[in-house]
């Protein structure tokens, strides 16, 4: 079962790259990355999802070492509306059992300044 | 694309009443359905995953009796709550997805309040 590791809070001025981590020691060979991003009483919004290497889109980019045992979610040039809980998710691997590896970490709360 | 549909986005009602919260994929038909519980400042718990046509899975610690999962369709999932107390007092969100290993897509979520 993967779990995540992400920091708690980081702090940006607006304008600046943003790069938050996320550790996944224990993910599956079939596991997938995704990144979600979660405003106050919302449900999580899909930011990026990727496997390995680098993933962009107009949103945000994903670098994926070669072990993947973590990733970093990159977005460019934040304003204040980018202020949110960021959320890294692994699994999604049938565990058999009946029942989906879906943890969900503590994810991190990003706070853009002006 | 990609919209989930969630309904009622806030419910307030008193103990022992039985609540029901849809979660509709409006524009994608969705093979899987999950239901996930938030408490303040904390994370989304998984609760269940549900697949068209089949029973639900409860992650272990989730009562079936008490949070029923009816996944009817590709687009449509039910969480019924019942005989609500305040300690079911939570934000309830429910996510679809087409397929394995495809990003699941989030509904808005249901504050739930019980008196």
């Known amino acids: 079962l993967a779990k995540t590791t992400q920091p708690i809070s980081m702090d940006s001025y607006e304008g600046q790259e943003v790069n938050i981590t996320c550790s996944h020691n224990n993910i599956a060979t079939n596991d997938y990355i995704t990144w979600y991003q979660q405003f106050p009483s919302q449900g999580p919004r899909f930011i990026i999802q990727g496997y390995k290497t680098k993933v962009t889109n107009e949103v945000a980019s994903l670098f994926i070492p070669a072990d993947r045992k973590s990733s970093t979610l990159s977005l460019p040039r934040v304003s204040l509306s980018d202020t949110a809980v960021y959320y890294c998710?692994?699994?999604?691997?049938?565990?058999?059992?009946?029942?989906?590896?879906?943890?969900f970490g503590k994810g991190t709360k990003l706070s853009v300044i002006p | 694309g990609a919209v989930v549909s969630q309904h009622p986005s806030r419910v307030i009602c008193k103990s022992g009443t039985s609540v029901k919260i849809e979660c509709r994929s409006l524009?994608?038909?969705?093979?899987?359905m999950f239901w996930y519980r938030q408490f303040p400042k904390q994370s989304l718990m998984l609760m269940a995953t549900?697949?068209?046509?089949?029973?639900?899975?409860?992650e272990q610690g989730v009562e079936k009796d008490k949070f029923l999962i009816n996944h009817a369709s590709l687009t449509l999932s039910t969480l019924t709550v019942t005989s609500a107390h305040p300690e079911d007092s939570s934000f309830y969100i429910c996510?679809?997805?087409?397929?394995?290993?495809?990003?699941?897509?989030f509904g808005d979520g249901t504050r739930l309040s019980i008196l």
């Open positions: 996510s679809a997805r087409v397929q394995f290993n495809q990003p699941q897509h």
């Open positions: 524009d994608f038909q969705a093979t899987t």
């Open positions: 998710l692994v699994g999604d691997s049938y565990s058999g059992a009946g029942s989906y590896q879906l943890t």
């Open positions: 549900s697949n068209e046509g089949s029973k639900a899975t409860y």
